[in-house]
């Protein structure tokens, strides 16, 4: 009971600093947006915001917001990160499999309409999970480091991306 007690004092006490992350990214600007279809059919909307309006390799904040639009396990979503990973190079066997952990444990299965954005900071990246519209955007665990918040983003950013569509989507003009 005191470390129920303990965990719910130390959730109320960042509950601010949460809203205040959500209230921020929420009001910047989208650089740009795009739709993965996979053989006809449509998986998701992504969309990227910076404070500026401007995507800037390196530049931190941004925020990377998926809306899917089918339904998909965690499993399936840890096994498709896992693919991007190795089709990209990134393979670093201890961090991955500890990565891929961590994420399949936070991580939903996405269903119709919800929503996953990773916030990437200077210090890592967190991620936040909203159900719909008419629910609150909750922290998804852990606020993981620099290297996961890099190998992360290069699914979708980075110039070798399996996407180039979608990259270029994201980014916007440059």
Known sequence: MKALVIGLLLLSASAPAICAQVASWSAWPVTGSAKLTWAFLDVYNSELRTPSGKYRPNEWPLALVVSYLRDISREDLTEATADQWKALGLLDEANQHHWLQAVQAIWPDATSGNEITFLADQ??????????????????????????????????????????QLRTGLIGPR
Do not use: C, E
Not at 123 to 129: N, R
Not at 134 to 146: C, N, T
């Open 123 to 164: 210090h890592g990246g967190q991620f936040y999970y909203q159900a719909d519209k008419k629910h609150d955007i909750v922290p998804l665990g852990q606020h993981f480091s620099p290297a996961f918040r890099d190998a992360f983003l290069a699914i979708w950013l980075s110039p070798s991306t399996q996407y180039p």
